[in-house]
């Protein structure tokens, strides 16, 4: 079962622009993580936000966390052509077996 | 260095030919799962383990196996791999997510059933 919708499915920007992408899940979490997948390869833990967490920074990434709307948000700040790659949200369901449920993923493209 | 170690990374293999997939991680994680990739589908989940001896079916577990004799190995067996089994597979494994620990992954295994 999908719980976590990535939004939108392709974004496509110039190097030292931001790059915003959204996930809404359906039912209540213990947390949120966001993993990063280059081309093929295995997925990349980025950053995790407890369902107690409004926002939370590592490096150019912030992510925030509404679980009123049941939704969040990744920013990656003055974005580089390394970060081209797809971008995932996971979710640990309360009640869950404690395994993260991911959604389609956002393909982000950052052109130099 | 830190790794979920999967093997083989591709694989060839033909209809109803028996086939493992190994997992290996050195981290002393309890937690590891198994998610299958599709394009248009994302990852879903096939089998986790929570502990030694101790496994459960994910969302999509029809046509696999898997076992956990040993806390740092999680293979996946295909008994009788059919063509709807041609994936991108990814084991994963966590310390323990009931602390919030993230998941780290495998380089992934890339299977063809002709």
């Known amino acids: 079962s999908q719980q976590g919708e990535e939004d939108p499915q392709a974004l496509s920007i110039q190097e030292g622009e931001n790059a915003t992408m959204n996930c809404s899940y359906k039912?209540?979490?213990?947390?949120l993580q966001w993993y990063r997948q280059n081309s093929g390869r295995g997925l990349v833990h980025l950053i995790l936000i407890r369902s107690n967490e409004r926002e939370k920074h590592s490096g150019r990434l912030r992510v925030t966390l509404d679980t009123s709307k049941k939704s969040s948000s990744l920013l990656i700040t003055a974005s580089r052509a390394a970060d081209t790659a797809s971008y995932f949200c996971a979710t640990d369901a309360v009640g869950g077996s404690y395994i993260p449920t991911f959604g389609r993923g956002t393909s982000l493209i950052v052109h130099p | 260095e830190a790794q979920v170690t999967q093997n083989p990374r591709y694989l060839i293999t033909v209809t109803g030919k028996k086939l493992t997939v190994t997992c290996s991680q050195n981290m002393n994680h309890e937690y590891m799962s198994w998610y299958r990739q599709d394009p248009g589908l994302g990852l879903r989940q096939i089998y986790y383990s929570m502990n030694v001896e101790v496994t459960d079916k994910g969302d999509v577990p029809e046509g696999y196996k898997v076992s956990r004799k040993e806390k740092r190995n999680f293979p996946l067996i295909l008994e009788s791999p059919s063509p709807n089994q041609t994936s991108l597979y990814f084991c994963a494994s966590s310390f323990n997510p009931q602390l919030n620990y993230g998941y780290t992954f495998g380089s992934g295994t890339r299977l063809t059933v002709v």
């Open positions: 039912t209540s979490i213990n947390n």
